[in-house]
């Protein structure tokens, strides 16, 4: 259900935009502009993964929220004891502050600076494990239309400040340490 408010709540925001741009609201005087951005891949993985933030020619500023589910081994290392390592892992918060650089025309390059929790289900009960992480980012921005792109890159997720209430992180147990995730994008400019 959060899903679905999330996602009406980013369509209704984006028909308005552009209902605002023809009127020509929102402009600013130095070519900022508001967008709405939201990657593809998590929505096929039953998660979620929009942003939001201030975009000019050359640079964009913007807070991301995301959820999704990923298997074990592709976010852990080590031994699994207790867990099965295709079990199914819950990242249950993603929050994080993006910024690009565009120094060529249509590519760019960035960095997202973030907090996540994760639900790791053990044989009687789940641990949370929460996280710190920074991910560098490349990619190319498509602009089939004036106000609508699509963002086609590659980011790497390294991973710092673990912490596990149950003691679960240990020297067996542990976030890769780099974290390779192609990504996909669309978005709105308003």
């Known amino acids: 259900m959060r899903k679905q408010i999330i996602l009406f709540t980013f369509l209704f925001l984006g028909i308005s935009s552009v209902q605002a741009q023809n009127d020509g609201l929102f402009k600013d005087q130095d070519g900022q502009q508001f967008f709405i951005e939201s990657e593809v891949l998590p929505w096929l993985n039953s998660g979620i993964n929009v942003k939001a933030g201030i975009i000019d020619e050359k640079r964009s500023f913007g807070l991301r929220y995301a959820?999704?589910?990923?298997?074990?081994?592709?976010?852990?290392?080590?031994?699994?004891?207790?867990i099965a390592p295709n079990a199914d892992i819950e990242q249950s918060l993603n929050i994080a502050i993006e910024y690009h650089y565009s120094p060529l025309t249509n590519f760019y390059i960035g960095t997202w600076i973030g907090y996540e929790e994760w639900g790791?289900?053990?044989?009687?009960?789940?641990?949370?494990?929460?996280?710190?992480?920074?991910?560098?980012?490349?990619?190319?921005k498509w602009m089939p239309l004036n106000n609508v792109y699509a963002n086609l890159g590659y980011r790497a997720k390294l991973t710092f400040g673990e912490n596990s209430?149950?003691?679960?992180?240990?020297?067996?147990?542990?976030?890769?340490?780099?974290?390779?995730?192609?990504?996909?994008?669309?978005?709105?400019?308003?």
Not at 165 to 190: C, Q, Y
């Open 67 to 82: 959820t999704q589910t990923y298997t074990l081994e592709d976010v852990f290392e080590g031994a699994f004891t207790g």
């Open 120 to 140: 790791i289900p053990l044989v009687i009960t789940e641990a949370k494990i929460t996280n710190w992480f920074l991910e560098p980012q490349v990619g190319y």
């Open 165 to 190: 209430e149950d003691g679960l992180l240990s020297d067996n147990f542990a976030f890769k340490k780099i974290i390779g995730t192609p990504t996909l994008a669309v978005g709105l400019k308003f």
